[in-house]
């Protein structure tokens, strides 16, 4: 399974990009050496702690250089060859084999919590410079955000319909292909309101039950934009205030031609509207 790179990062920021199967075959993961690892956090410790500090000082994520000192503190673990180790070495690398590696050592029994704080941070920078639109499931941020938090943008593709869902950034790829079963079995290839509601940034597409989540929020489907905000902001009603409201000061004229912009920037402190596959899908907040 390969994500898609919606975003082009800007230039002082490291391209990681994703990766296709030709690139060259999946390396098999080693066992983590962490005395290895031990020894190197001890080495560029200071560096990382004030690169930490700026972060969590600024609110934001680590810088590339901070990210580049962790991701080599982390590779030193599974040797030389390994997608963090380069990275730590030149700042670039692809972003599903970092992921595949980074998560692998998350998710080690023997990692200590420093390991895992540091996955967090330097997973976090990653997938920002691939996805520098991707949302947490708070639906605000937080800091410091962690891969658990943020939603990663991810590709998936049921019987040749391609869409995007999000998934946290602590899945990896085979929670990424467990999930792309189920949607087969749910048939979103057929479903446009499901592919709407899943395309949602703030939407986890493996929060447990996709279809109890969306029967809880869909509102409905509408032909056209204008006929949604008719419906989810009472028109009609509306224009019968105005109309009464004139008729009592002997005022009458023959149309009233509603400001759907502003409606719409109404509705959506309310609701989620998404115009797809020739009609529109809402949701609520």
Sequence with gaps: MTEHLTNTPPEHVPLTGTK???????????????????????????????????????????????????AHVLGRSLGRESALAGYGRTGTGYYEELREEYLSLYHYP???????????????????TNYPQAQTIQGYELHPVTLEDILVPTSVEVRGW???????????????Q???????????????????????PNVNAVSGDIMDDFHNTFVGTW????AALTSLCELDDREEEVKDFAADRHLF?????????????????????????????????
């Design 20 to 70: 296709t199967p030709e690139v060259r075959p999946a390396r098999e993961l080693v066992v983590p050496d962490w005395r290895r690892f031990d020894v190197a956090l001890g080495r560029f410790g200071d560096h990382i702690a004030d690169g930490l500090a700026a972060a969590y000082e600024h609110r934001r994520d680590v810088d590339h250089g901070t990210g580049r000192c962790i």
């Design 110 to 128: 023997d990692a200590s919590p420093a390991a895992r704080e540091l996955i967090d941070r330097l997973g976090v920078h990653i997938i920002r």
């Design 162 to 176: 391609h869409t995007t869902v999000h998934v946290p950034g602590i899945y990896g790829r085979d929670t990424i």
């Design 178 to 200: 467990e999930l792309t079963e189920l949607l087969h079995d749910l048939k979103l290839d057929e479903d446009s309101a499901l592919r709407a509601y899943l395309a949602l």
């Design 223 to 226: 032909p056209t934009l204008e």
């Design 253 to 285: 004229f023959d149309y009233i031609t509603p400001d759907y912009e502003a409606l719409k920037e109404e509705a959506e402190e309310a609701f989620d509207i998404v115009e797809q596959d020739g009609c529109v899908h809402v949701f609520g907040k």
